[in-house]
T-cell receptor, first 115, second 115 residues
Framework: KNQVEQSPQSLIILEGKNCTLQ??????????LRWYKQDTGRGPVSLTI?????NTKSNGRYTATLDADTKQSSLHITASQLSDSASYIC??????????????FGAGTRLAVHP | DAGITQSPRYKITETGRQVTLMCHQT?????MFWYRQDLGHGLRLIYY???????DKGEVPDGYVVSRSKTENFPLTLESATRSQTSVYFC??????????????FGNGTRLTVT
């Protein structure tokens, strides 16, 4: 069964520090891999998207990387801010899937940034 | 403002009652989706719709009914609520169904408690 596993489940860091969140997937190849940020009490919002052939994609202080050999994606947050406190969700779209009904969601990593 | 709106934000209902969750989007996106989010699980697709009057089951459709008479509205009905349907429900929309290449735009969710 195609799966997306995220680690750690939760993480606490101090403001200004960097952190890296992991996403391991089994479906390979895939159409794209996307990271969403979900603030408490809000819906997820797309941060980055990568195709199977891309290695890295940045969005401000957020950088997503992809290692197709190890079937792992990482989301690196630089110089964290209090507003980075949120859940981060990894989503993989299988190839030739015919649509969004085949998206595979990870359970997310809950990040807390403390002052 | 344009966007996707869910109502109510919070709902408490009793077992066996019928309850309808509303979703309205102003982008004229063709595709709309209902997900549920439970602790320890990734978002799970309940139903989706490719256009007005076209709906299809997702991963966990049992106990739910949807309709889409207008492009902008996609209500979700729990015909006879059960405690296992206690969850946070998210509506989402997208203008493209090309293998997930376009992001999902989520509402802010409805937190439903079934007592």
């Amino acid at each position: 069964k195609n799966q997306v596993e995220q680690s750690p489940q939760s993480l606490i860091i101090l403001e200004g520090k960097n952190c890296t969140l992991q996403c391991n997937y089994t479906v390979s190849p895939f159409s794209n891999l996307r990271w969403y940020k979900q603030d408490t009490g809000r819906g997820p919002v797309s941060l980055t998207i990568m195709t199977f052939s891309e290695n890295t994609k940045s969005n401000g202080r957020y950088t997503a990387t992809l290692d197709a050999d190890t079937k792992q994606s990482s989301l690196h947050i630089t110089a964290s801010q209090l507003s980075d406190s949120a859940s981060y969700i990894c989503v993989v779209s299988p190839p030739f899937s015919g649509g969004y009904n085949k998206l595979i969601f990870g359970a997310g990593t809950r990040l807390a940034v403390h002052p | 403002d344009a966007g996707i709106t869910q109502s109510p934000r919070y709902k408490i209902t009793e077992t066996g009652r019928q309850v309808t969750l509303m979703c309205h989007q102003t982008w004229s996106h063709s595709y709309m989706f209902w997900y549920r989010q439970d602790l320890g699980h990734g978002l799970r697709l309940i139903y989706y719709s490719a256009a007005a009057d076209i709906t299809d089951k997702g991963e966990v459709p049992d106990g739910y009914v949807v309709s889409r008479s207008k492009t902008e509205n996609f209500p979700l009905t729990l015909e006879s609520a059960t405690r296992s349907q206690t969850s946070v429900y998210f509506c989402a929309s997208s203008f493209s169904d090309r293998g997930g290449n376009s992001p999902l735009h989520f509402g802010n969710g409805t937190r439903l408690t079934v007592t």
